[in-house]
């Protein structure tokens, strides 16, 4: 039987929001739930029931709720959520107005800027007006080409009153990766920042904003803010205005446009690797419930907690952050390295803030152990709860660093979803037990299974990660895909009725998850499937491996298994450490999973949003070419693939 590495007490579950949500659900349809798992298949079955309970529970703000819950709940696409509620997902996010802090935003160089609910309204109640005064509407979109910070924030939730579409990048974008995103839905108003700050760098955004603008077919209004120079000389930008001429001074009130549920509220992007990014729509209602089932029920969150997430603007952790603002949680924004000026700078923000819930990626957290960090000794952290990490998998070993180096009583939760849902599939359960290795529970009313090749729903095996019902934050569809058949072709065509992630999964038999990678990515020697995270697994344990990426080569009617691995300063890959790393991974796994070649290479090529990517590398390994390098943070880094006289 697997050990638990930690186990909530029994105090901390019956204290829990989850607890509360049950028996809520015991009490008004006569049940008997006692364990998650009985919550969860009760959630599935009676689905309607469930996110009415959880529309209740969340203490959604509407106009009207409607007594319909879900029509053509046998489509997918094609389900609609609470057809004849009238809501507006801003007035969820300041539905309080006091004088607590609503949000600190923090930049690397310590600069700290902290707003209580009551000035985050009002702040919000000056943009908005302008905004409406400048024209915008429900429906139209504007963008931010911003960091994370509190100017993000307000912009965002000023768009969303009115009804219009929020779209955003994070300002280290380049201008084709920019206008791949923003040319496609043609925004009116565009925020942006004068600069912002990396790594001890300030890198001026002016230049490139003037350009954005230029090239925007259809833009209005250019509001920029503030974030390096007090006073940025923006004459260069067409339609531009600095921030604090923009607003309204003595706007207080704000006049939320209620909409229906299924209004969009944010267009999202895929990662654009395999050619123009796909615009994906999300719903006002189905992003709300969702978020404050994942924020109340998965992790606990209450107006006590102070929620961290390190994300930029152009990351979907960004979105899943910010709502916690509808339970009345404490935001803490980041912008900038994490890990200038130096390795701990993230700990040091969660003991003087006081953070509750730090989140962060399955990266960040191998790069602190990488490092030697061990804040459990150097920082003073008795607030923190929860540990988040999502962006790829887990590995065993990142589990025993958390419990060992930083903190031993603590939910440690390894979370999976994406931009396509704007949420999670499965995520943390603070009345569970952590596994190592395991993500701890498929999420409530979010009918999630893994299929086999036959299509056919497994346990204890690799597969597809599917979800076989519809639930309220599937996207309403693609931008400029009127008959919605990129939409269709992106998740439904796998299997028919049911979506299909690109996840190579696995249940356990603790009802817990493994992700083992992404489906395309998956290898394949000899007619065996093997995921990548399986190899990234092991080579982590080897010291002088700061990261690594896996492709299958073509090779003699066959596929072969080549790993690139960057190692870390004053280490270079000779026939003992591939030795070494081979023998780690054959210890471990099997003998298919042994890389047949291993090279040594000086970095590896990685999405804007952090995530490596394995396709791309495949593709120039193969001499073919790259659709679209401006979807990746640093694509020359693809020139030291091609043409590698190993392969």
Same mark, same amino acid.
């Given at each position: 039987m697997t050990q638990p590495l930690w186990q909530p007490t029994a105090a901390a579950i019956e204290s829990s929001p989850l607890r509360a949500f049950m028996q809520r659900v015991n009490e008004r349809y006569q049940q008997s739930l006692s364990h998650y798992e009985d919550l969860h298949q009760w959630s599935v079955v009676n689905p309607e029931e469930f996110w009415e309970m959880m529309w209740e529970f969340g203490e959604v703000v509407a106009a009207e709720q409607g007594s319909r819950v879900l029509e053509n709940a046998d489509r997918m696409p094609g389900a609609r959520w609470f057809p004849e509620a009238r809501l507006n997902f801003a007035e969820n996010l300041l539905r309080f107005r006091d004088d607590r802090t609503a949000v600190v935003s923090l930049r690397e160089d310590g600069q700290r800027v902290s707003l209580t609910f009551a000035q985050l309204h009002d702040q919000v109640a000056q943009i908005a007006l302008a905004l409406e005064q400048a024209g915008v509407v429900p429906g139209d979109r504007v963008a931010g080409f911003v960091p994370n910070c509190h100017y993000a924030l307000m912009? *965002?939730?000023?768009?969303?009153? /009115?009804?219009? =579409?929020?779209?955003?990048?994070?300002?280290?974008?380049?201008?084709?990766?920019? /206008?791949? #995103?923003?040319?496609?839905?043609? !925004?009116?108003?565009?925020?942006?920042?004068?600069?912002?700050? +990396?790594?001890?760098? $300030?890198?001026?955004?002016?230049?490139?904003?003037?350009?954005?603008?230029?090239?925007?077919?259809?833009?209005?209004?250019?509001?920029?803010?503030?974030? /390096?120079?007090?006073?940025?000389?923006?004459?260069?930008?067409?339609? @531009?205005?600095?921030?604090?001429?923009? #607003?309204?001074?003595?706007?207080?009130?704000?006049?939320?446009?209620?909409l229906p549920f299924d209004h969009p509220l944010y267009i999202m992007y895929s990662s654009g690797t395999t050619g123009v990014p796909k615009c994906i729509v999300h719903s006002a209602g189905g992003t709300l419930l969702q978020h404050l089932k994942e924020h109340q029920l998965h992790t606990s969150l209450t107006r006590d907690d102070t929620l961290f997430y390190y994300t930029t603007c152009g990351w979907m952790m960004w979105n899943w952050l910010v709502s916690g603002l509808a339970v009345g949680a404490t935001l803490v924004l980041f912008d900038g390295s994490p890990f200038a000026p130096e390795p701990k700078t993230l700990w040091d923000m969660a003991e003087r803030e006081g953070v509750t819930v730090f989140g962060t990626s399955a990266k960040y957290i191998a790069a602190c152990e990488k490092a030697g960090l061990k804040p459990g000794q150097t920082h003073h952290l008795p607030k923190l709860r929860a540990i988040l990490s999502t962006g790829s998998p887990l590995s065993h070993e990142s589990f025993d660093y958390v419990y060992r180096d930083i903190k031993p009583d603590l939910l440690l939760a390894s979370i999976s979803g994406g931009t396509d849902i704007i949420s999670c599939f499965a995520l943390g359960c603070p009345t569970r037990p952590v596994y190592r290795g395991q993500l701890q529970c498929r999420g409530l009313g979010m009918d999630v299974q893994v299929y086999n090749e036959q299509g056919q729903p497994?346990?204890?095996?690799?597969?597809?990660?599917?979800?076989?019902? !519809?639930? !309220?934050? *599937?996207?309403?569809?693609?931008?400029?895909? !009127?008959?919605?058949? #990129? +939409? $269709?072709?992106?998740?439904?065509?796998?299997?028919?009725?049911?979506?299909?992630?690109?996840? +190579?999964?696995? =249940?356990?038999?603790?009802?817990? *998850?493994? =992700?083992?990678?992404?489906?395309? @990515?998956?290898?394949?020697?000899?007619?065996?499937?093997?995921?990548? @995270?399986?190899? +990234? &697994?092991?080579?982590?344990?080897?010291?002088?491996?700061?990261?690594? /990426?896996? =492709?299958?080569?073509?090779?003699?009617?066959?596929? &072969?298994?080549?790993?690139?691995? &960057? *190692?870390?300063?004053?280490?270079?890959?000779?026939e003992g450490l591939k030795k070494r790393i081979r023998e780690t991974i054959k210890a471990e796994t099997t003998p298919r999973h042994v890389p047949s070649k291993i090279i040594q290479v000086a970095d590896i090529p990685r999405t804007l949003s952090g995530k490596i990517v394995e396709l791309a590398v495949r593709e120039v390994v193969h001499g073919r070419p790259v659709k679209n390098q401006d979807a990746l943070a640093n694509p020359e880094t693809l020139q030291l693939f091609a043409n590698l006289p190993e392969l």
């Open positions: 912009a *965002m939730l000023a768009t969303a009153s /009115l009804g219009a =579409i929020w779209s955003s990048c994070s300002p280290d974008f380049g201008f084709n990766g920019v /206008l791949d #995103r923003f040319g496609q839905i043609q !925004p009116k108003v565009l925020f942006a920042t004068d600069g912002y700050l +990396y790594n001890g760098k $300030r890198i001026n955004s002016l230049p490139r904003v003037a350009e954005i603008a230029d090239a925007l077919d259809g833009l209005e209004q250019v509001v920029v803010f503030p974030f /390096l120079e007090t006073h940025p000389d923006i004459s260069s930008i067409q339609k @531009a205005v600095l921030w604090d001429d923009f #607003r309204i001074p003595d706007a207080r009130e704000i006049d939320f446009a209620e497994v346990v204890g095996e690799k597969g597809e990660l599917v979800c076989v019902q !519809p639930f !309220p934050s *599937m996207p309403i569809g693609f931008w400029n895909d !009127p008959d919605g058949s #990129r +939409y $269709r072709a992106a998740y439904f065509e796998r299997f028919d009725n049911i979506w299909a992630h690109g996840d +190579y999964a696995e =249940i356990t038999p603790e009802d817990g *998850m493994i =992700i083992h990678g992404r489906s395309d @990515a998956v290898l394949n020697p000899g007619g065996v499937r093997i995921g990548t @995270a399986e190899i +990234y &697994r092991q080579v982590e344990k080897v010291e002088a491996v700061l990261e690594a /990426l896996c =492709i299958g080569q073509d090779w003699k009617d066959d596929v &072969r298994v080549v790993l690139f691995v &960057r *190692m870390k300063e004053g280490f270079t890959l000779d």
